[in-house]
């Protein structure tokens, strides 16, 4: 909790003793700002510069991505209804990897689609933390990190060419 405190992460009446005691709320709350500081953190170090990445910057990002692959998905928004159908996701991995997915395994069943969806954004290099769930319940700031990961993954690629 000190070292979050340190990293200016956003931590509000919690303390150690909430940790050890199995606060179950307060514990995924920690965890969470640990993974979206961590993941934002490579960004910036990825774009030198840039200024802070943003969620509006990653959704222009996915959006211009899946544009330029010509991909018919899109996102408004990380609350956008599309994305419990995990197809936006798998057509970002697409568009990172072209060739990654096999579209005959997409089912339209939105459970099975965001399993597939996960696993392949993992098997492309993206460290997600997201679960398949997550996509389906459209939890908005699991998605946002997925994204954020996949974005790391693309630039990381980039990097490396």
Request: glycine share 4%.
């Amino acid at each position: 909790v000190q070292y979050a405190k340190q990293a200016n992460l956003k931590i509000v009446n919690m303390s150690g003793d909430d940790l050890r005691q199995g606060d179950k709320k307060l514990t995924l709350a920690l965890c969470f700002q640990l993974m979206r500081s961590y993941t934002m953190k490579m960004l910036d170090n990825l774009r030198p510069g840039e200024g802070r990445v943003e969620d509006k910057d990653i959704i222009n990002w996915a959006n211009d991505k899946l544009k330029a692959a010509n991909k018919s998905s899109t996102i408004a928004s990380f609350r956008d209804p599309s994305l419990a159908t995990a197809k936006p996701v798998i057509d970002i991995i697409d568009a990172i990897k072209p060739g990654s997915i096999d579209y005959s395994l997409v089912s339209g069943d939105s459970e099975v689609d965001a399993r597939y969806a996960i696993s392949m954004a993992r098997k492309i290099g993206a460290r997600v933390y997201t679960l398949p769930q997550h996509l389906v319940m459209l939890h908005q700031k699991m998605i946002m990190t997925a994204f954020a990961c996949l974005m790391v993954c693309d630039l990381q690629t980039a990097r490396s060419k």
